[in-house]
């Protein structure tokens, strides 16, 4: 049986990818913004749907009910997000960006196009398209396999 080595592990080499990006931006932005990567996440995910229910922010950010509450109550008392009761469940909350929010959300957009400019240009463009569809298909696969259980055969 072959040796297990973690540095060649697909998910392994994909998490130590995503915390660079995340360190990358966290360096070029949220420093000086003064956000968090999870609340970054939410804001840009509101600023994009507009109105978000904390489940849907949850679904469109791959964050945990946790982390979405966390980012939302820190939002909320920043001023850059509202929070207010849905109308077709009485239980349920909807978020919405406040003017606050929406002018910090308006520098997401070209921070974001600097930050996949600044990774881009360590792959040629044929690299970088293919990481694209990879990655597209990498995500409706995993999908499918979590829509039909743990069994990753069936797929």
Same mark, same amino acid.
């Given at each position: ?92 909350? /909807?978020?919405? /960006? ?47 396999? /979590? ?9």
């Amino acid at each position: 049986m072959e040796e297990f080595r973690l540095e060649e592990f697909l998910p392994f080499r994909l998490a130590v990818a995503s915390e660079g990006v995340s360190r990358v931006i966290a360096r070029q932005y949220l420093g000086q913004s003064g956000l968090g990567m999870p609340e970054w996440r939410l804001l840009a995910a509101i600023g994009r749907f507009t109105v978000l229910s904390p489940t849907a922010a949850g679904e469109r950010t791959s964050m945990d009910k946790v982390k979405v509450s966390r980012a939302a109550a820190s939002l909320v008392s920043r001023g850059l997000l509202r929070q207010s009761r849905d109308p077709d469940d009485g239980r349920g909350r /909807l978020l919405r /960006l406040t003017r606050k929010g929406a002018t910090i959300y308006s520098g997401i957009a070209p921070m974001a196009q600097e930050v996949e400019m600044a990774l881009s240009a360590g792959l040629s463009r044929a690299e970088w398209n293919g990481l694209q569809k990879a990655l597209a298909k990498l995500v409706d696969h995993t999908q499918a396999i /979590l829509a039909n259980g743990a069994d990753h055969t069936a797929v």
